[in-house]
């Protein structure tokens, strides 16, 4: 497959999964400390920084989070893509196995957008189906389970409001702690990233 046509494959699998990545459940005992001072985003992030900041619109603010940890993956091997949505507001952060399918490589993404009508009309439609958890002092999140939706999806997702900018963090299902961590991670010990390109 060209690099275009996974471009396109993976921006299509992105919007295919963001609005309903997960259904509700009951969590029950998670309970984290907040930290005490920020850090840099993880170290696979770090090549791209630069170029993330350049796509950021000019009214959002990027978290990424300071560790990542995987259950069945080395994260020194995860190959980070970047699908910036000008028109949308948005920017995503696509963490992915290999570069040959996409759909079948993707381990998860990191979305931060604008405020907009639509970013709302998805974060109202999220909190519905959602389980809500704390994230940090004040800072409500709402978790949506991949196995409990119907039909059931291979995802997992966390969405939350912060800084004015709307975050959606989506793994694979078998990554549920790790994502409650990453979102925890994101919304509580992180530097976050400004648009450098306006």
């Keep these: 497959m060209s690099d275009g046509l996974i471009v396109t494959a993976t921006k299509e699998l ?8 997960i259904a509700a459940s009951v969590l029950l005992g998670w309970v984290v400390a907040a930290p005490r001072a920020t850090a840099r985003p ?18 959002v603010i990027m978290r990424l989070p300071s560790n990542i940890r995987l259950a069945d993956t080395d994260t020194r091997d995860l190959i980070v893509q970047i699908y910036p949505s000008e028109d949308m507001g948005e920017i ?3 963490l992915f196995t290999c570069d040959r399918s996409p759909h079948s490589c993707l381990v998860g993404t990191i979305s931060a957008a ?6 709302q ?3 109202i439609d999220h909190q519905a189906m959602a389980t809500p958890i704390t994230l940090g002092p004040e800072i409500q999140g709402f978790l949506r389970e991949g196995g ?4 059931p999806s291979r995802f997992s997702s966390v969405m939350w409001r ?10 694979r299902n078998q990554e549920r702690s790790n994502l409650l961590r ?16 306006q």
């Design 92 to 94: 995503t952060v696509a």
């Design 14 to 21: 992105i919007q295919m999964l963001r609005p309903g990545l």
């Design 114 to 119: 604008a405020a907009s009508d639509n970013a």
């Design 182 to 197: 990453i979102a925890h991670l994101m919304a509580t010990d992180n530097q976050p990233l400004r648009s450098i390109g």
């Design 148 to 151: 409990r939706q119907t039909p």
């Design 42 to 59: 993880a170290e696979i992030f770090i090549p791209q920084l630069e170029l993330i900041q350049q796509h950021l619109p000019a009214d």
């Design 162 to 171: 912060q800084d004015g900018t709307l975050y959606t963090v989506s793994f």
């Design 121 to 123: 009309r998805q974060f």
